[in-house]
Nanobody, 124 residues
Framework: QVQLVESGGGFVQAGGSLRLSCAAS????????MGWFRQVLGKEREFVAG????????YYADSVKGRFTISGDNAKDTVYLQMNSLKPEDTAVYYC?????????????????WGQGTQVTVSS
């Protein structure tokens, strides 16, 4: 089993920054790939960014490229999402996710484990 706990959400004005953290525990091979999704009430959960520990690769949704950065700290078993130049349309509940393998898929059904989510609200 894998447990994921997010933190760092909050309220920020447009143009501001936030850093989300996801502390992971459980079987290491089951969480070789980690990522972030977000969801607005009434809409589908969408991919934001992903990180493969073994390949040290990252992948981003076009909507956040150049503004968000995903990174990981192996020693702390923690993945971060640094969000800069935030826009009101970034407002959502952000979820940490994990999966086995090396690929970083954008479809939510291909991810195995999920955190409880953390709210990010960006005001205009």
């Amino acid at each position: 089993q894998v447990q994921l706990v997010e933190s760092g959400g909050g309220f920020v004005q447009a143009g501001g920054s936030l850093r989300l953290s996801c502390a992971a525990s459980g079987r290491t091979f089951s969480r070789n790939v980690m990522g972030w999704f977000r969801q607005v009430l009434g809409k589908e959960r969408e991919f934001v960014a992903g990180l493969s520990w073994s390949g040290s690769t990252t992948y981003y949704a076009d909507s956040v490229k150049g503004r968000f950065t995903i990174s990981g700290d192996n020693a702390k078993d923690t993945v971060y999402l640094q969000m800069n130049s935030l826009k009101p349309e970034d407002t959502a509940v952000y979820y940490c996710a994990a999966k086995t393998g090396n690929m970083i898929p954008t479809f939510r059904t291909m991810w195995n484990y999920w955190g409880q989510g953390t709210q990010v609200t960006v005001s205009s």
